[in-house]
């Protein structure tokens, strides 16, 4: 099964994208996650990419593409992109890469959530330094405050989770990434989800519209 991860920052993509992941037994493929590791590492990717992930601009395509088509290959065909694609080149860009191996995509799930919500949820989401694990202080605290309740490991702010980054990001991603929903709609792969509510019954209202 191939499947995109569609929605605004903070709708709650990799939440989501980890949970269907696991049950379906596909590879994850996050472009942010990839690059906030290698921004971690100090390699010539992160580098390149640091400048632009703090800002909350997108990252340039050549880029991007070229880091995509590498998670993809050792995915082995069967993948949830998450955080990918992003505008309109990097999607076509996909799907020229799928063709040119009989592939295609499965459906786009798109999680909608309004603004207010997405900066409530950003401001107040804590990340473990160590595993990656993903809190919310308003939503899903850690059981011990600072800590990760998986590792042990301290929490973190993402240093674009500020509230002037994030209504940046939600700018780019209102002229950049909404049209694709558009996009994929006229091909028939959008199903959309409401993203409000419980984490559980979000996961349930995607599991029933991938049935
Ligand atoms: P990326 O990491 O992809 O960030 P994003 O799209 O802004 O999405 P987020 O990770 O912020 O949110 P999410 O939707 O995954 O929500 P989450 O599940 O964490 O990209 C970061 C940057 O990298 C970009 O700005 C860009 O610079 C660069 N980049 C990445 N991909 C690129 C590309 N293709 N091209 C160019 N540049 C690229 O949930 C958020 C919070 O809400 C958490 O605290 C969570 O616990 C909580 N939460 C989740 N679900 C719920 C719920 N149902 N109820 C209450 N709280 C919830």
């Known amino acids: 099964m191939r499947v995109v991860f569609l929605g605004p920052p903070g709708s709650g993509k990799g939440t989501q994208a980890e949970r269907l992941s696991a049950i379906l037994r596909i590879s994850k493929i996050s472009t942010g996650d990839a690059l906030r590791e290698s921004i971690k590492r100090g ?22 593409l070229a880091l995509v088509e590498q998670l993809i290959d050792e995915a ?44 409530n949820r950003l401001s107040s989401r804590r990340v473990c330094s160590q595993c990656g694990a993903v809190y919310n202080l308003i939503y899903n605290p850690p059981t011990v405050e600072g800590r990760c309740d998986k590792c042990g490991g301290a929490l973190e702010q993402r240093r674009d989770d500020t509230e002037d980054v994030i209504l940046r990001r939600l700018d780019v991603y209102e002229r950049e990434t909404a049209p694709l929903i558009a996009y994929y709609a006229e091909r028939g792969l959008v199903e959309e989800i409401d993203g409000t509510g419980a984490v559980e019954e979000v996961f349930e209202r995607i599991r029933r519209a991938l049935e």
């Open 43 to 64: 390699d010539e990717l992160g580098r390149k990419a640091k400048v632009y992930v703090e800002k909350g601009e997108l990252v340039p395509d050549d880029i991007i």
């Open 76 to 119: 082995g065909g069967r993948f949830l992109l998450d955080g990918f694609p992003r505008n309109l080149n990097q999607a076509k860009s996909l799907d020229e890469y799928l063709s040119g191996r009989d592939w295609s995509l499965d459906r786009v799930i798109y999680l909608r959530v309004d603004r207010g919500e997405i900066v």
